[in-house]
């Protein structure tokens, strides 16, 4: 395993004292390759805190972490950690919910360099991985003279993208990459991380409120609710699940129209469908 978790807490320690525990007893293991995986819950449920630990943004309060081999607990010497935490963060890519977090430099092109680069790569190869990588995100070489503080936000999110995948990481993580994005925008995005997944042979985890990008895109779906991982598993068994309400999910579009469809036309569909084109053909073959 890529990322293993085991019996992983964490607290929120304020100034005054006062702390808050993010994280309880998760234990959770992440492949490097073929995965797609969504990451869900309400809004303090820990699902950031839960990837910021994939790269060691942040070390576990009591448990453990392995990355790639490399071992996060609390007590890890600074000195130690520096040395060991540049190599892991270079496989473990996270892109933050805004990409402002990400953009400093003057231009596109020095944005995406600057990661390469700072792990040892020549500016010359750099420079060619950029020229590769703008074109994956969906924009053209034109956009690497130009600078990031006036792009549009979805354009903005594509640099902050690209910017990770220059480094090449194995695994991609993604904290709630649509956010604020129209719905072409958002489907867009979702393709390209799909491409990403598929063409490049990345996991690719991504942090999302939206019930539709998990029913269609995840082949793995983990949720939390208040700091616990509390399901891990295929989309279609949790959507089947009675104690959604409980962890304040609701159903994506498709299957709220089968059920329905189940209660006006008085049918009972046994195989949910993925999209509308297998619920039209569904009924069609039930009446």
């Not at 070489?141 to 594509?158: A, D, I, T």
């Amino acid at each position: 395993m890529a990322i293993k978790f085991e019996r992983v807490n964490f607290e929120y320690i304020s100034a005054d004292g006062s702390s808050f525990k993010a994280l309880k007893d998760i234990n959770l293991e992440i492949s490097d390759k073929g995965e797609f995986i969504t990451l869900i819950g309400e809004t303090g449920s820990g699902k950031s805190t839960l990837v910021q630990h994939m790269n060691a943004l942040v070390k576990p309060s009591s448990g453990e972490v392995t990355v790639y081999g490399i071992k996060i607990y609390n007590d890890i010497k600074k000195k130690d950690r520096n040395v060991k935490l540049n190599p892991l963060r270079q496989k473990v890519g996270l892109v933050f919910q805004f990409p402002e977090y990400q953009l400093f430099e003057e231009t596109v092109l020095k944005d995406i360099i600057f990661g390469p680069k700072n792990f040892g790569v020549k500016e010359a190869e750099a420079i060619e991985r950029a020229k590769e990588i703008i074109k994956l995100v969906g924009l053209d070489e034109s956009y690497l003279k130009r600078s990031p503080f006036n792009l549009s936000g979805g354009e903005k999110k594509r640099v902050s993208i690209a910017g990770i995948l220059a480094m090449e990481p194995d695994i991609l993580v993604l904290d709630e990459p649509t956010s604020g994005l129209d719905p072409k925008g958002r489907d867009a995005l979702l393709e390209l991380f799909t491409s990403i997944h598929n063409e490049l042979d990345k996991t690719v985890i991504i942090i999302t409120h939206d019930m539709n990008t998990v029913y269609k895109y995840a082949s793995r779906v983990l949720v939390m609710s208040e700091g616990e991982l509390v399901f891990d598993g295929d989309p279609l068994k949790l959507f089947t699940k009675k104690n959604l309400i409980d962890w304040n999910l609701d159903l994506p579009e498709i299957i709220q129209i089968t059920r329905q469809l189940e209660d006006k036309l008085n049918i009972k569909i046994n195989k949910l469908p993925r999209n509308v084109d297998e619920l039209f053909n569904i009924v069609k073959g039930v009446l």
